[in-house]
């Protein structure tokens, strides 16, 4: 099993510009997360799905944040347009099921940069 | 709404020497989960342990272990023969009925030869 595969692994963008994340979740996983990670808020959970439909949002900061998950083995996060306070790393994980305690796999994360 | 508290920043021990991390966390539910995430310099959060709250019995993962006490909602992490590569950040985390899990803001570990 490949894990949770995020890419890019960085991303340096200018601001203004659009951004979007990229995640493959485990198969078989039905449940997909998204969260941003920064030094002065730590993992903060942006939003999350349950077999590809959005369940709790409240997390997203902005409307310039959006989530899709068009299907069970793909999502994505963007920011359009981005501003230098999107600068974090942005993790994204999958799980099995609704609250075995298995907890989460992660991916790798990726490094967003805008400058 | 619930909370994770990483009373530790930071903290340094000597290879071999046992380390307790320590977390508290709030919550009204009296059935859920704990965990600890370890996230070393590689960036990639990696599960170390976890205890379901109605399982007194504390979990135990080869060298890691945790001091569950559900009444003082305190649930720390203890590193035994600790190894430089358990050098890393340590997350303590909570899910509940909504299956989110929430994050303490971490301890930073350093494992020192």
């Known amino acids: 099993d490949a894990g949770v595969i995020q890419s890019p692994r960085h991303e340096v963008t200018e601001m203004g510009q659009e951004v979007t994340l990229r995640c493959k979740p485990i198969?078989?996983?039905?449940?997909l997360f998204w969260y941003r990670q920064t030094m002065m808020r730590g993992l903060e959970l942006l939003i999350y799905f349950n077999n590809n439909v959005p369940i709790d949002d409240s997390g997203m900061p902005e409307d310039r944040f959006s989530a899709k998950m068009p299907n069970a083995s793909f999502s994505t996060l963007k920011i359009q347009p981005s501003e230098p306070r999107d600068s974090a790393v942005y993790f994204c994980?999958?799980?099995?099921?609704?609250?075995?305690?298995?907890?989460?796999?992660f991916g790798s994360g990726t490094r967003l940069t805008v400058v | 709404a619930q909370t994770v508290t990483q009373s530790q920043p930071e903290m340094s021990v000597q290879e071999a020497e046992t380390v307790t991390l320590s977390c508290t966390y709030d919550t009204s539910e009296n059935n859920y989960y704990l965990f600890w995430y370890k996230q070393p310099p590689s960036r990639q959060m990696i599960l170390v342990i976890r205890?379901?709250?109605?399982?007194?019995q504390n979990a135990t993962e080869n060298r890691f272990s945790v001091n569950f006490q559900k009444a003082a909602k305190s649930f720390s992490l203890k590193i035994s023969d600790s190894q430089l590569g358990d050098t890393a950040m340590y997350f303590c985390?909570?899910?509940?009925?909504?299956?989110?899990?929430?994050f303490g803001k971490g301890t930073r570990l350093h494992i020192l030869p």
């Open positions: 985390a909570f899910m509940g009925r909504d299956d989110k899990i929430i």
């Open positions: 205890q379901e709250a109605y399982k007194q």
């Open positions: 994980a999958s799980s099995l099921g609704a609250g075995p305690p298995y907890g989460y796999t």
């Open positions: 198969s078989g996983h039905d449940y």
